[in-house]
């Protein structure tokens, strides 16, 4: 008896595992000498060819126009593919609903949902609580949309904490909040700055327990300035790496200051990568030049550039 043929869909070796992710985050510029140093920032990291660019919202939509208009530039004059930050705190439903949809006609394909900081004085309405209320609000403005879209889908992200959100009771709580963001419909979450290997490797495995099953990209900040440090620390509330600290405080000069920097956030990244991180976020704080640093300590595995093009390490 002869052997059954082989179906035309048997299915193959297993494809390669796939490369890395590679983002950044931008924030609009607040004045036309932020700009002109934006740009430059913009052209040289287009350069290493990422998967996408975030760009930040202000409080309640305080630099909407500043923030569409960057956005719309990059979509026309880059090869970049923008993903766009949007919070809820302090806007109505009917305000979120018609920015989701000039930022699809924009031709803006990726969203990342945030409820926000809440303004100290209270002031503002804001008939989406949470961030996951967000999720569900572009889910529905996409299905409008869905004849534009194509496949009639955005890419929706959201925020993740590697250590406690500073207005959340527990880090449990934190992981069922991202446990209700998947299940509003988010695709992935990006980490909010962390500076111990063992935070990251600890959320992934409580939200793995919990049943959130979206990539978790782990959000890192070029670690080469004390003052940033302090700040991040204060503002939300982020653990401190104090040994860190001190070491770029005593550093001689700013150069010694940024190679210490350099290789710690390059040990982190490498740390999460190696604790199954599906890529790297790079907080860039519009500054190119230490961010280029960590990439190519860093040697992430990428996806060759067409023509051979693009910063090469």
Known sequence: MSPPAKSAHTVGPPASEPYPALSYELFPPRSSSAAETLWQTIRELEQTSPDYVSVTYGASGSNRDTAVELLGRLLAETSLKPLAHLTCVGNTREYLFNLVDELITLGVRGILALRGDQPQDSSGHSELVYASDLVQLIRTAERRRTAHLCAGRLAVGVAAYATKHPESPSFDHDVEALLAK?????????????????????????????????????????????????????????????????????????????????????DLANAALDAGAPGIHLYTFNEHAAALDVLDNLQLRRPPIPGGLGRTA
């Open 182 to 266: 998947q299940a509003a419909g988010a695709d992935f979450a990006i980490t909010q700055v962390f500076f111990f290997p063992d935070h990251f490797e600890r959320l992934v495995s409580a939200a793995r327990r919990a049943g959130v099953e979206m990539p978790i990209i782990p959000g890192v900040m070029p670690l080469t300035s004390v003052r940033r440090l302090d700040r991040l620390s204060e503002l939300a509330g982020i653990e401190m790496d104090h040994r860190l600290r001190d070491r770029l405080a005593a550093a001689d000069d700013d150069g010694a200051r940024r190679r210490i920097g350099v290789q710690a956030t390059v």
